[in-house]
Protein backbone atom coordinates (compact mmCIF):
# COMPACT_ATOMS: atom_id res chain seq x y z
CA UNK A 1 0.00 0.00 0.00
CA UNK A 2 1.37 3.29 -0.71
CA UNK A 3 2.18 5.54 1.77
CA UNK A 4 0.93 9.45 1.91
CA UNK A 5 3.04 11.79 3.81
CA UNK A 6 2.97 15.59 3.83
CA UNK A 7 4.81 18.35 5.23
CA UNK A 8 2.59 21.14 6.01
CA UNK A 9 -1.08 21.90 5.76
CA UNK A 10 -3.13 24.45 3.69
CA UNK A 11 -6.11 25.38 2.78
CA UNK A 12 -7.77 24.38 -0.73
CA UNK A 13 -9.07 28.16 -1.38
CA UNK A 14 -5.33 29.04 -1.20
CA UNK A 15 -4.71 26.53 -4.00
CA UNK A 16 -7.74 28.59 -5.72
CA UNK A 17 -5.22 31.75 -5.16
CA UNK A 18 -2.34 30.44 -6.74
CA UNK A 19 -3.88 29.13 -9.37
CA UNK A 20 -5.45 32.48 -10.16
CA UNK A 21 -2.16 34.06 -9.93
CA UNK A 22 -0.82 32.07 -12.56
CA UNK A 23 -3.97 32.22 -14.88
CA UNK A 24 -3.21 36.02 -14.46
CA UNK A 25 -0.02 36.00 -15.43
CA UNK A 26 -0.30 32.93 -18.47
CA UNK A 27 -4.49 33.65 -19.70
CA UNK A 28 -5.30 37.73 -20.49
CA UNK A 29 -8.37 36.49 -21.04
CA UNK A 30 -9.23 35.54 -17.35
CA UNK A 31 -11.51 37.69 -15.57
CA UNK A 32 -12.22 37.43 -11.20
CA UNK A 33 -15.36 38.72 -10.26
CA UNK A 34 -16.25 38.54 -6.41
CA UNK A 35 -19.06 39.44 -4.15
CA UNK A 36 -17.62 41.38 -1.44
CA UNK A 37 -14.96 38.45 0.03
CA UNK A 38 -12.00 38.80 -1.42
CA UNK A 39 -10.14 38.03 1.07
CA UNK A 40 -11.84 34.50 2.02
CA UNK A 41 -10.75 34.14 -2.21
CA UNK A 42 -7.30 34.27 -2.01
CA UNK A 43 -7.77 36.84 -4.55
CA UNK A 44 -5.21 39.46 -3.44
CA UNK A 45 -2.45 38.10 -5.66
CA UNK A 46 -4.25 37.96 -8.63
CA UNK A 47 -5.70 41.52 -8.10
CA UNK A 48 -2.67 43.21 -6.94
CA UNK A 49 -1.10 41.92 -10.62
CA UNK A 50 -4.25 42.27 -12.44
CA UNK A 51 -6.49 45.33 -11.15
CA UNK A 52 -7.95 45.96 -14.27
CA UNK A 53 -9.50 42.23 -14.53
CA UNK A 54 -11.12 41.98 -11.33
CA UNK A 55 -14.86 43.19 -11.28
CA UNK A 56 -15.78 43.70 -7.73
CA UNK A 57 -19.59 42.90 -7.31
CA UNK A 58 -20.28 43.89 -3.92
CA UNK A 59 -22.93 41.64 -2.32
CA UNK A 60 -24.72 40.90 -5.26
CA UNK A 61 -24.20 37.33 -6.49
CA UNK A 62 -27.52 36.75 -9.26
CA UNK A 63 -25.85 40.43 -10.96
CA UNK A 64 -22.07 38.80 -10.49
CA UNK A 65 -23.30 35.92 -12.34
CA UNK A 66 -25.46 37.17 -14.98
CA UNK A 67 -22.27 39.71 -15.72
CA UNK A 68 -20.25 36.37 -15.83
CA UNK A 69 -22.46 34.98 -18.65
CA UNK A 70 -22.10 38.85 -20.45
CA UNK A 71 -18.52 38.84 -20.33
CA UNK A 72 -18.22 35.31 -21.77
CA UNK A 73 -19.93 36.72 -24.95
CA UNK A 74 -17.02 38.89 -25.14
CA UNK A 75 -14.47 35.78 -24.82
CA UNK A 76 -13.38 36.90 -21.41
CA UNK A 77 -13.15 33.60 -18.97
CA UNK A 78 -14.71 35.00 -15.63
CA UNK A 79 -13.96 33.23 -12.96
CA UNK A 80 -17.43 34.19 -10.36
CA UNK A 81 -15.92 34.17 -6.62
CA UNK A 82 -17.64 33.80 -3.35
CA UNK A 83 -18.94 31.07 -0.83
CA UNK A 84 -20.39 28.16 -2.10
CA UNK A 85 -23.27 28.58 -0.71
CA UNK A 86 -24.07 31.75 -1.99
CA UNK A 87 -22.83 30.92 -5.27
CA UNK A 88 -25.02 27.78 -5.75
CA UNK A 89 -28.20 28.07 -4.06
CA UNK A 90 -28.65 31.81 -3.97
CA UNK A 91 -28.07 32.15 -7.70
CA UNK A 92 -29.35 28.63 -8.56
CA UNK A 93 -31.62 30.07 -11.05
CA UNK A 94 -29.49 32.67 -12.96
CA UNK A 95 -26.99 30.22 -13.35
CA UNK A 96 -29.61 27.31 -14.73
CA UNK A 97 -30.70 30.47 -17.37
CA UNK A 98 -27.91 32.42 -18.15
CA UNK A 99 -24.89 29.91 -17.82
CA UNK A 100 -25.93 26.96 -18.31
CA UNK A 101 -28.91 26.41 -20.81
CA UNK A 102 -27.10 29.40 -22.21
CA UNK A 103 -24.27 27.14 -22.41
CA UNK A 104 -21.97 29.78 -21.44
CA UNK A 105 -18.25 29.64 -20.49
CA UNK A 106 -18.36 30.19 -16.74
CA UNK A 107 -16.26 29.54 -13.74
CA UNK A 108 -17.90 29.36 -10.61
CA UNK A 109 -15.60 29.12 -7.89
CA UNK A 110 -16.76 28.40 -4.62
CA UNK A 111 -14.89 28.28 -1.11
CA UNK A 112 -15.71 27.24 2.71
CA UNK A 113 -18.19 24.47 0.93
CA UNK A 114 -19.63 21.80 3.68
CA UNK A 115 -19.51 21.67 7.63
CA UNK A 116 -15.53 22.75 7.30
CA UNK A 117 -16.85 26.15 7.29
CA UNK A 118 -17.21 25.34 10.69
CA UNK A 119 -18.52 28.05 13.24
CA UNK A 120 -20.37 30.67 10.78
CA UNK A 121 -22.77 27.58 11.60
CA UNK A 122 -25.79 25.92 9.06
CA UNK A 123 -26.84 29.12 7.25
CA UNK A 124 -23.59 29.06 5.60
CA UNK A 125 -22.52 25.66 5.04
CA UNK A 126 -24.11 24.74 1.97
CA UNK A 127 -24.23 20.34 1.73
CA UNK A 128 -26.67 20.45 -1.20
CA UNK A 129 -24.62 22.08 -3.76
CA UNK A 130 -22.92 19.26 -5.48
CA UNK A 131 -26.50 17.91 -5.85
CA UNK A 132 -28.00 21.14 -7.60
CA UNK A 133 -25.24 21.42 -9.95
CA UNK A 134 -24.72 17.99 -11.25
CA UNK A 135 -28.49 18.53 -12.11
CA UNK A 136 -27.58 20.65 -14.46
CA UNK A 137 -26.86 19.49 -18.19
CA UNK A 138 -23.72 20.28 -19.48
CA UNK A 139 -22.14 21.53 -16.09
CA UNK A 140 -19.05 20.21 -15.34
CA UNK A 141 -18.49 19.52 -11.62
CA UNK A 142 -15.77 19.33 -9.23
CA UNK A 143 -14.37 19.27 -5.87
CA UNK A 144 -10.47 18.60 -5.24
CA UNK A 145 -8.87 17.12 -2.34
CA UNK A 146 -5.85 19.22 -1.12
CA UNK A 147 -4.01 22.95 -2.03
CA UNK A 148 -2.13 21.12 -4.97
CA UNK A 149 -5.04 19.73 -6.66
CA UNK A 150 -7.38 22.87 -6.21
CA UNK A 151 -4.54 24.76 -8.22
CA UNK A 152 -4.08 22.56 -10.74
CA UNK A 153 -7.70 22.28 -11.37
CA UNK A 154 -8.01 26.23 -11.26
CA UNK A 155 -5.58 26.24 -13.75
CA UNK A 156 -7.00 23.36 -16.15
CA UNK A 157 -10.80 24.52 -15.99
CA UNK A 158 -9.49 27.81 -17.47
CA UNK A 159 -8.39 25.94 -20.61
CA UNK A 160 -11.57 23.86 -20.73
CA UNK A 161 -14.49 25.53 -22.61
CA UNK A 162 -17.76 25.31 -20.69
CA UNK A 163 -19.58 26.13 -17.55
CA UNK A 164 -17.81 24.93 -14.38
CA UNK A 165 -18.51 24.49 -10.64
CA UNK A 166 -15.25 24.53 -8.61
CA UNK A 167 -15.87 23.67 -5.31
CA UNK A 168 -13.43 24.40 -2.19
CA UNK A 169 -12.86 24.90 1.62
CA UNK A 170 -11.79 26.70 4.61
CA UNK A 171 -9.91 24.57 6.77
CA UNK A 172 -6.10 23.67 6.51
CA UNK A 173 -5.73 19.99 5.43
CA UNK A 174 -2.37 18.05 4.76
CA UNK A 175 -0.75 19.10 1.15
CA UNK A 176 -0.31 15.44 0.23
CA UNK A 177 -0.40 15.70 -3.56
CA UNK A 178 2.34 16.86 -6.07
CA UNK A 179 3.07 20.00 -6.61
CA UNK A 180 3.14 20.10 -10.62
CA UNK A 181 0.52 17.03 -11.00
CA UNK A 182 -1.39 17.69 -14.66
CA UNK A 183 -5.06 18.00 -13.61
CA UNK A 184 -7.36 15.95 -15.94
CA UNK A 185 -11.04 16.65 -15.61
CA UNK A 186 -13.21 13.77 -15.10
CA UNK A 187 -10.79 11.41 -14.34
CA UNK A 188 -10.40 9.64 -11.13
CA UNK A 189 -7.13 9.37 -9.33
CA UNK A 190 -5.82 5.75 -8.01
CA UNK A 191 -4.56 6.73 -4.27
CA UNK A 192 -4.35 3.08 -3.50
CA UNK A 193 -5.47 -0.12 -4.78
CA UNK A 194 -6.67 -2.50 -3.15
CA UNK A 195 -8.99 -5.96 -2.87
CA UNK A 196 -11.41 -6.12 -0.63
CA UNK A 197 -13.78 -2.76 -0.70
CA UNK A 198 -13.50 0.55 -3.11
CA UNK A 199 -13.54 3.86 -1.41
CA UNK A 200 -14.42 6.65 -3.82
CA UNK A 201 -14.15 10.26 -1.73
CA UNK A 202 -13.95 13.60 -3.25
CA UNK A 203 -12.86 16.82 -1.65
CA UNK A 204 -11.54 17.10 2.25
CA UNK A 205 -12.86 13.68 2.68
CA UNK A 206 -10.20 12.00 0.35
CA UNK A 207 -7.21 12.51 2.92
CA UNK A 208 -10.06 11.09 5.62
CA UNK A 209 -10.12 7.91 3.13
CA UNK A 210 -6.22 7.39 2.78
CA UNK A 211 -6.15 7.21 6.77
CA UNK A 212 -8.98 5.23 6.77
CA UNK A 213 -6.77 2.86 4.40
CA UNK A 214 -4.26 2.78 6.71
CA UNK A 215 -6.34 1.88 9.43
CA UNK A 216 -8.22 -0.92 7.93
CA UNK A 217 -4.56 -2.63 6.73
CA UNK A 218 -3.67 -2.85 9.79
CA UNK A 219 -6.54 -5.14 10.76
CA UNK A 220 -5.90 -7.12 7.21
CA UNK A 221 -8.23 -5.25 5.07
CA UNK A 222 -7.09 -4.36 1.71
CA UNK A 223 -8.86 -1.22 0.50
CA UNK A 224 -8.66 0.44 -2.81
CA UNK A 225 -8.61 4.42 -2.87
CA UNK A 226 -10.05 6.08 -5.54
CA UNK A 227 -10.26 10.50 -5.65
CA UNK A 228 -12.99 11.40 -7.36
CA UNK A 229 -12.10 15.05 -7.83
CA UNK A 230 -14.96 15.34 -11.10
CA UNK A 231 -18.53 14.56 -9.74
CA UNK A 232 -19.41 15.47 -13.18
CA UNK A 233 -18.82 14.04 -15.43
CA UNK A 234 -18.25 11.37 -13.48
CA UNK A 235 -15.61 8.77 -14.64
CA UNK A 236 -17.43 5.74 -14.80
CA UNK A 237 -14.84 2.90 -16.54
CA UNK A 238 -12.68 3.39 -13.84
CA UNK A 239 -15.47 3.47 -10.98
CA UNK A 240 -16.98 0.22 -12.41
CA UNK A 241 -13.32 -1.38 -12.94
CA UNK A 242 -12.43 -1.13 -9.77
CA UNK A 243 -16.17 -2.64 -7.63
CA UNK A 244 -15.80 -5.24 -10.32
CA UNK A 245 -12.94 -5.95 -8.44
CA UNK A 246 -13.48 -5.46 -4.71
CA UNK A 247 -17.34 -6.22 -5.03
CA UNK A 248 -18.45 -3.45 -2.54
CA UNK A 249 -18.02 0.29 -1.60
CA UNK A 250 -17.94 3.30 0.37
CA UNK A 251 -18.53 6.77 -0.89
CA UNK A 252 -17.57 9.55 0.73
CA UNK A 253 -18.41 13.05 0.78
CA UNK A 254 -18.87 16.31 2.89
CA UNK A 255 -22.42 17.04 1.42
CA UNK A 256 -25.72 15.38 2.00
CA UNK A 257 -26.81 11.67 0.73
CA UNK A 258 -29.11 13.14 -1.65
CA UNK A 259 -27.94 13.99 -4.87
CA UNK A 260 -24.03 13.77 -4.25
CA UNK A 261 -21.46 11.78 -4.98
CA UNK A 262 -22.70 8.68 -3.81
CA UNK A 263 -25.89 9.08 -5.83
CA UNK A 264 -24.03 9.57 -8.68
CA UNK A 265 -22.02 6.25 -7.83
CA UNK A 266 -25.65 4.51 -7.09
CA UNK A 267 -26.94 5.82 -10.16
CA UNK A 268 -24.34 4.17 -12.32
CA UNK A 269 -23.96 0.68 -10.49
CA UNK A 270 -27.74 -0.11 -10.26
CA UNK A 271 -27.51 0.28 -14.19
CA UNK A 272 -25.75 -2.88 -14.05
CA UNK A 273 -24.48 -4.84 -11.48
CA UNK A 274 -25.52 -3.18 -8.05
CA UNK A 275 -22.96 -3.84 -5.03
CA UNK A 276 -23.40 -3.53 -1.46
CA UNK A 277 -22.50 0.70 -0.80
CA UNK A 278 -22.03 2.50 2.18
CA UNK A 279 -22.78 6.37 2.13
CA UNK A 280 -20.29 8.59 4.02
CA UNK A 281 -22.16 12.09 3.96
CA UNK A 282 -24.66 14.00 5.85
CA UNK A 283 -27.95 12.61 6.43
CA UNK A 284 -30.17 14.53 5.68
CA UNK A 285 -29.90 17.09 8.24
CA UNK A 286 -28.59 20.94 8.14
CA UNK A 287 -25.03 21.45 9.90
CA UNK A 288 -24.07 24.07 13.22
CA UNK A 289 -21.57 25.73 14.78
CA UNK A 290 -18.36 24.20 15.48
CA UNK A 291 -14.95 23.73 14.97
CA UNK A 292 -14.01 21.93 11.35
CA UNK A 293 -13.05 18.94 13.47
CA UNK A 294 -15.73 18.25 16.06
CA UNK A 295 -18.29 18.78 13.17
CA UNK A 296 -16.78 16.10 10.99
CA UNK A 297 -16.93 13.72 13.86
CA UNK A 298 -20.39 14.69 15.37
CA UNK A 299 -22.02 14.00 11.31
CA UNK A 300 -19.86 10.95 10.90
CA UNK A 301 -17.76 12.23 8.04
CA UNK A 302 -13.90 11.17 9.67
CA UNK A 303 -11.87 8.57 9.16
CA UNK A 304 -13.05 6.10 11.72
CA UNK A 305 -16.41 6.41 9.99
CA UNK A 306 -15.01 5.01 6.88
CA UNK A 307 -13.68 2.20 8.18
CA UNK A 308 -16.60 1.50 9.92
CA UNK A 309 -18.68 1.55 6.89
CA UNK A 310 -16.01 -0.15 5.19
CA UNK A 311 -16.89 -3.15 7.16
CA UNK A 312 -20.13 -2.69 6.63
CA UNK A 313 -20.01 -2.73 3.09
CA UNK A 314 -18.03 -6.45 3.44
CA UNK A 315 -20.27 -7.91 5.41
CA UNK A 316 -22.90 -7.07 2.97
CA UNK A 317 -20.82 -8.96 0.17
CA UNK A 318 -22.22 -12.00 -0.42
CA UNK B 1 -45.89 55.13 -43.75
CA UNK B 2 -41.78 54.89 -43.72
CA UNK B 3 -39.57 52.53 -44.34
CA UNK B 4 -39.60 51.47 -40.59
CA UNK B 5 -43.28 51.60 -39.80
CA UNK B 6 -43.83 49.34 -42.79
CA UNK B 7 -41.51 46.80 -41.82
CA UNK B 8 -43.33 47.17 -38.15
CA UNK B 9 -46.28 46.84 -40.01
CA UNK B 10 -45.50 43.16 -41.33
CA UNK B 11 -43.90 42.21 -37.97
CA UNK B 12 -47.19 43.44 -36.24
CA UNK B 13 -48.65 40.93 -38.69
CA UNK B 14 -45.85 38.05 -37.75
CA UNK B 15 -46.22 37.92 -34.35
CA UNK B 16 -50.17 37.54 -34.54
CA UNK B 17 -49.72 35.13 -36.97
CA UNK B 18 -47.00 33.30 -35.15
CA UNK B 19 -49.02 33.58 -31.97
CA UNK B 20 -52.00 31.99 -33.42
CA UNK B 21 -49.91 29.23 -35.58
CA UNK B 22 -49.85 27.47 -32.03
CA UNK B 23 -52.15 29.09 -29.51
CA UNK B 24 -49.93 30.16 -27.16
CA UNK B 25 -47.17 32.72 -26.84
CA UNK B 26 -46.94 36.25 -25.48
CA UNK B 27 -49.10 39.05 -28.23
CA UNK B 28 -49.12 41.86 -26.30
CA UNK B 29 -45.78 43.00 -24.82
CA UNK B 30 -44.15 41.82 -29.24
CA UNK B 31 -46.94 44.15 -30.40
CA UNK B 32 -45.98 47.39 -27.85
CA UNK B 33 -42.09 46.74 -28.30
CA UNK B 34 -42.55 45.94 -31.91
CA UNK B 35 -41.39 49.60 -33.22
CA UNK B 36 -38.20 49.76 -30.49
CA UNK B 37 -36.73 46.40 -32.29
CA UNK B 38 -37.32 47.62 -35.67
CA UNK B 39 -35.76 50.68 -35.07
CA UNK B 40 -32.61 49.26 -33.40
CA UNK B 41 -32.40 46.17 -36.17
CA UNK B 42 -33.12 48.76 -39.35
CA UNK B 43 -31.57 51.71 -38.34
CA UNK B 44 -29.60 51.95 -35.08
CA UNK B 45 -27.23 49.05 -34.52
CA UNK B 46 -24.17 48.87 -35.78
CA UNK B 47 -24.52 44.83 -36.66
CA UNK B 48 -22.23 42.60 -39.07
CA UNK B 49 -23.81 42.91 -42.45
CA UNK B 50 -21.76 40.14 -43.95
CA UNK B 51 -23.76 37.20 -45.51
CA UNK B 52 -23.11 33.83 -44.95
CA UNK B 53 -24.34 30.06 -45.68
CA UNK B 54 -28.18 30.59 -47.58
CA UNK B 55 -27.58 34.32 -47.70
CA UNK B 56 -28.52 35.05 -44.26
CA UNK B 57 -26.65 37.68 -42.50
CA UNK B 58 -23.38 35.66 -40.78
CA UNK B 59 -23.85 35.46 -37.25
CA UNK B 60 -21.01 35.44 -34.76
CA UNK B 61 -21.77 34.89 -30.98
CA UNK B 62 -18.76 37.12 -30.17
CA UNK B 63 -20.29 39.95 -31.10
CA UNK B 64 -16.61 41.42 -31.56
CA UNK B 65 -17.10 45.11 -33.58
CA UNK B 66 -20.92 44.62 -33.01
CA UNK B 67 -23.39 46.84 -30.83
CA UNK B 68 -25.47 44.12 -29.04
CA UNK B 69 -29.13 43.46 -27.95
CA UNK B 70 -30.14 41.54 -25.31
CA UNK B 71 -34.12 40.69 -24.42
CA UNK B 72 -34.16 40.65 -20.71
CA UNK B 73 -38.04 39.99 -20.91
CA UNK B 74 -37.98 36.87 -22.77
CA UNK B 75 -41.17 36.18 -23.27
CA UNK B 76 -41.96 39.11 -25.91
CA UNK B 77 -39.75 36.45 -28.09
CA UNK B 78 -42.36 36.78 -30.88
CA UNK B 79 -41.16 39.69 -32.08
CA UNK B 80 -36.86 39.14 -31.67
CA UNK B 81 -37.73 36.36 -33.54
CA UNK B 82 -39.89 38.03 -36.59
CA UNK B 83 -37.18 40.99 -36.40
CA UNK B 84 -34.48 38.54 -36.75
CA UNK B 85 -35.78 36.65 -39.15
CA UNK B 86 -36.63 40.07 -41.32
CA UNK B 87 -33.34 41.46 -40.87
CA UNK B 88 -31.88 38.55 -42.68
CA UNK B 89 -30.45 35.96 -40.18
CA UNK B 90 -32.86 33.27 -40.70
CA UNK B 91 -35.85 32.53 -42.88
CA UNK B 92 -38.61 34.25 -42.63
CA UNK B 93 -40.39 30.87 -43.30
CA UNK B 94 -38.70 29.79 -40.17
CA UNK B 95 -41.42 31.40 -37.88
CA UNK B 96 -44.04 29.08 -38.59
CA UNK B 97 -42.35 26.82 -36.31
CA UNK B 98 -42.63 28.86 -33.41
CA UNK B 99 -43.22 27.02 -29.76
CA UNK B 100 -43.32 23.74 -31.82
CA UNK B 101 -41.26 20.58 -30.85
CA UNK B 102 -38.54 20.28 -32.25
CA UNK B 103 -38.18 24.28 -33.16
CA UNK B 104 -35.47 26.43 -32.77
CA UNK B 105 -37.80 29.29 -32.28
CA UNK B 106 -38.42 28.18 -28.08
CA UNK B 107 -41.14 29.80 -26.31
CA UNK B 108 -38.38 31.82 -24.41
CA UNK B 109 -35.37 32.99 -26.43
CA UNK B 110 -32.60 30.43 -26.24
CA UNK B 111 -28.89 29.78 -27.27
CA UNK B 112 -29.16 25.90 -26.51
CA UNK B 113 -31.13 25.67 -30.51
CA UNK B 114 -28.19 27.48 -32.54
CA UNK B 115 -30.53 30.33 -34.02
CA UNK B 116 -29.06 33.12 -35.29
CA UNK B 117 -28.71 36.26 -33.09
CA UNK B 118 -29.34 35.35 -30.26
CA UNK B 119 -26.68 35.57 -27.56
CA UNK B 120 -28.30 34.22 -24.21
CA UNK B 121 -31.16 32.57 -22.61
CA UNK B 122 -33.89 34.55 -21.31
CA UNK B 123 -37.32 34.23 -20.00
CA UNK B 124 -37.01 33.63 -16.37
CA UNK B 125 -36.67 37.57 -15.10
CA UNK B 126 -34.57 40.23 -14.62
CA UNK B 127 -31.43 38.65 -15.31
CA UNK B 128 -30.81 40.76 -19.33
CA UNK B 129 -29.55 43.70 -17.39
CA UNK B 130 -25.99 41.73 -15.91
CA UNK B 131 -25.98 39.97 -18.76
CA UNK B 132 -25.58 43.53 -20.70
CA UNK B 133 -23.29 45.03 -18.03
CA UNK B 134 -21.01 42.11 -18.58
CA UNK B 135 -21.42 42.36 -22.20
CA UNK B 136 -20.98 45.75 -21.90
CA UNK B 137 -17.68 45.53 -19.80
CA UNK B 138 -15.93 42.78 -22.34
CA UNK B 139 -16.83 45.78 -24.82
CA UNK B 140 -14.34 47.89 -23.15
CA UNK B 141 -11.37 45.43 -21.83
CA UNK B 142 -11.79 44.70 -25.49
CA UNK B 143 -11.12 48.26 -26.65
CA UNK B 144 -14.28 48.22 -28.23
CA UNK B 145 -16.47 51.86 -28.77
CA UNK B 146 -19.55 49.38 -29.88
CA UNK B 147 -22.59 50.16 -27.56
CA UNK B 148 -25.05 47.24 -25.50
CA UNK B 149 -28.54 47.48 -25.49
CA UNK B 150 -30.98 46.05 -23.30
CA UNK B 151 -34.99 45.83 -23.47
CA UNK B 152 -36.39 44.85 -19.49
CA UNK B 153 -39.86 44.94 -19.00
CA UNK B 154 -41.73 47.23 -16.47
CA UNK B 155 -43.22 44.35 -14.52
CA UNK B 156 -39.98 42.94 -14.30
CA UNK B 157 -38.68 45.66 -12.59
CA UNK B 158 -39.91 43.96 -9.82
CA UNK B 159 -37.02 41.63 -9.66
CA UNK B 160 -34.10 42.21 -7.15
CA UNK B 161 -31.90 41.07 -9.41
CA UNK B 162 -32.63 44.33 -11.94
CA UNK B 163 -31.65 46.49 -9.02
CA UNK B 164 -28.60 44.41 -8.23
CA UNK B 165 -27.42 45.71 -11.74
CA UNK B 166 -29.41 49.30 -11.45
CA UNK B 167 -26.74 49.68 -8.69
CA UNK B 168 -23.58 48.01 -10.13
CA UNK B 169 -23.93 49.70 -13.36
CA UNK B 170 -22.97 53.48 -12.70
CA UNK B 171 -20.56 52.66 -9.86
CA UNK B 172 -18.47 50.97 -12.57
CA UNK B 173 -19.07 53.87 -14.85
CA UNK B 174 -20.37 50.97 -18.08
CA UNK B 175 -21.63 53.84 -19.98
CA UNK B 176 -21.61 51.81 -23.22
CA UNK B 177 -24.84 50.26 -22.07
CA UNK B 178 -28.43 51.74 -23.14
CA UNK B 179 -31.56 50.25 -21.16
CA UNK B 180 -34.71 50.16 -21.61
CA UNK B 181 -37.60 49.68 -19.44
CA UNK B 182 -41.01 49.01 -21.78
CA UNK B 183 -43.14 50.95 -19.27
CA UNK B 184 -46.92 49.79 -20.67
CA UNK B 185 -48.31 49.50 -16.80
CA UNK B 186 -49.23 45.80 -17.41
CA UNK B 187 -48.52 42.65 -16.42
CA UNK B 188 -50.20 39.29 -16.04
CA UNK B 189 -52.28 40.10 -12.71
CA UNK B 190 -53.17 43.54 -13.68
CA UNK B 191 -51.98 46.75 -14.23
CA UNK B 192 -48.58 47.53 -12.27
CA UNK B 193 -49.71 50.20 -9.97
CA UNK B 194 -52.02 47.57 -8.56
CA UNK B 195 -50.43 44.29 -8.67
CA UNK B 196 -47.22 46.09 -6.92
CA UNK B 197 -46.68 49.41 -7.73
CA UNK B 198 -42.71 50.41 -8.90
CA UNK B 199 -43.37 54.14 -8.74
CA UNK B 200 -41.08 56.54 -10.21
CA UNK B 201 -38.96 54.04 -12.40
CA UNK B 202 -37.33 57.10 -14.27
CA UNK B 203 -36.59 58.72 -10.33
CA UNK B 204 -35.10 55.52 -9.17
CA UNK B 205 -32.82 54.89 -11.78
CA UNK B 206 -31.78 58.96 -12.09
CA UNK B 207 -31.01 58.44 -7.83
CA UNK B 208 -28.79 55.05 -8.65
CA UNK B 209 -26.78 57.40 -10.98
CA UNK B 210 -28.31 56.90 -14.64
CA UNK B 211 -28.73 58.92 -17.25
CA UNK B 212 -32.69 59.03 -17.78
CA UNK B 213 -34.44 59.95 -20.67
CA UNK B 214 -38.13 59.30 -21.70
CA UNK B 215 -39.92 58.28 -25.22
CA UNK B 216 -43.26 57.26 -26.98
CA UNK B 217 -42.17 53.65 -27.56
CA UNK B 218 -44.91 53.50 -30.55
CA UNK B 219 -43.90 56.67 -32.09
CA UNK B 220 -41.38 55.77 -34.59
CA UNK B 221 -40.39 59.38 -35.32
CA UNK B 222 -40.04 60.36 -32.09
CA UNK B 223 -38.06 56.80 -30.88
CA UNK B 224 -35.58 57.21 -33.77
CA UNK B 225 -35.21 60.88 -33.07
CA UNK B 226 -34.07 59.47 -29.81
CA UNK B 227 -31.84 56.74 -30.77
CA UNK B 228 -29.53 59.17 -32.44
CA UNK B 229 -29.20 61.56 -29.29
CA UNK B 230 -28.34 58.67 -27.65
CA UNK B 231 -25.60 57.71 -29.48
CA UNK B 232 -24.20 61.14 -28.36
CA UNK B 233 -24.81 60.24 -24.83
CA UNK B 234 -23.26 56.99 -24.26
CA UNK B 235 -19.06 57.17 -23.39
CA UNK B 236 -20.08 60.21 -21.02
CA UNK B 237 -19.51 58.62 -17.93
CA UNK B 238 -23.52 57.41 -17.12
CA UNK B 239 -24.94 54.35 -18.15
CA UNK B 240 -28.19 55.67 -19.63
CA UNK B 241 -31.74 54.31 -19.17
CA UNK B 242 -35.31 54.93 -21.45
CA UNK B 243 -38.25 54.62 -20.09
CA UNK B 244 -39.91 53.86 -23.23
CA UNK B 245 -44.08 54.45 -22.60
CA UNK B 246 -45.75 51.78 -24.55
CA UNK B 247 -49.07 50.52 -25.33
CA UNK B 248 -49.62 46.23 -24.80
CA UNK B 249 -50.77 45.16 -28.55
CA UNK B 250 -50.21 48.44 -29.86
CA UNK B 251 -51.90 48.50 -33.35
CA UNK B 252 -55.00 46.06 -32.77
CA UNK B 253 -57.52 48.00 -31.41
CA UNK B 254 -58.88 45.25 -29.47
CA UNK B 255 -55.12 44.15 -27.66
CA UNK B 256 -54.88 47.60 -26.32
CA UNK B 257 -55.55 49.68 -22.74
CA UNK B 258 -55.39 46.17 -21.10
CA UNK B 259 -53.29 43.31 -19.45
CA UNK B 260 -55.69 40.64 -21.10
CA UNK B 261 -52.99 39.88 -24.60
CA UNK B 262 -50.30 39.73 -22.34
CA UNK B 263 -50.36 35.65 -23.03
CA UNK B 264 -53.56 34.72 -24.97
CA UNK B 265 -53.30 33.90 -28.74
CA UNK B 266 -56.26 35.39 -30.67
CA UNK B 267 -58.91 32.82 -32.24
CA UNK B 268 -59.28 32.67 -36.26
CA UNK B 269 -61.98 35.81 -36.15
CA UNK B 270 -59.61 37.64 -33.92
CA UNK B 271 -56.58 37.06 -35.94
CA UNK B 272 -58.64 37.67 -39.17
CA UNK B 273 -59.89 41.26 -37.63
CA UNK B 274 -56.25 42.25 -36.10
CA UNK B 275 -54.66 41.54 -39.39
CA UNK B 276 -57.21 43.61 -41.46
CA UNK B 277 -56.26 46.47 -39.31
CA UNK B 278 -52.10 46.37 -40.28
CA UNK B 279 -50.93 46.15 -43.57
CA UNK B 280 -49.07 43.66 -45.35
CA UNK B 281 -45.92 45.31 -46.40
CA UNK B 282 -43.13 42.47 -47.34
CA UNK B 283 -45.08 39.65 -47.70
CA UNK B 284 -46.30 37.21 -44.68
CA UNK B 285 -44.44 34.28 -44.10
Known amino acids: ?33 CADLVGSLKLDAFIKENPERFIQCGISEANMIGMAAGLTIGGKIPFATTFANFGSGRVYDQIRQSVAYSDKNVKIAVSHAGLTLGEDGATHQILEDLAMMRALPGMTVINPCDYNQTKAATIAVAEYEGPVYLRFGRPVIPVFTDADQKFEIGKAWMVNEGTDVSIFATGHLVWEAIQAGEMLEAEGINAEIINIHTIKPLDEKAILKSVKKTGCLVSAEEHQVAGGLGSAIAELLIQGTPYPQEFIAVKDSFGESGTPAQLMEKYGLTANDIVAAAKRAIARKK | ?78 VFYSVLARRGYFDVKELATFRKINTRLQGHPTTHEGLPGIRIASGSLGQGLSVSIGAALAKKLNGEKNIVYCLMGDGEQQEGQVWEAVQFAPNNNVDNLVAFVDVNGQQIDGSTNKVNNNRDLGAKYKAFGWRVVTVDGNNMDELTTLLRKIKRLVGKGQPIAVMMKTEMGQGVDFMMHSHKWHGVAPNDAQLEQALAQLPETLGDY
Do not use: W
Request: with cysteine; net charge positive.
Open chain 2, 1 to 78: MTELQSIASQVRRDILRMVHGCQSGHPGGSLGCTDLLVALYFQQMKINNRKGKGGYLSFNLDGKGEDLFFLSNGHISP
Open chain 1, 1 to 33: MKKYTFTEKKDTRSGFGAGMQVLGQTNPNVVAM
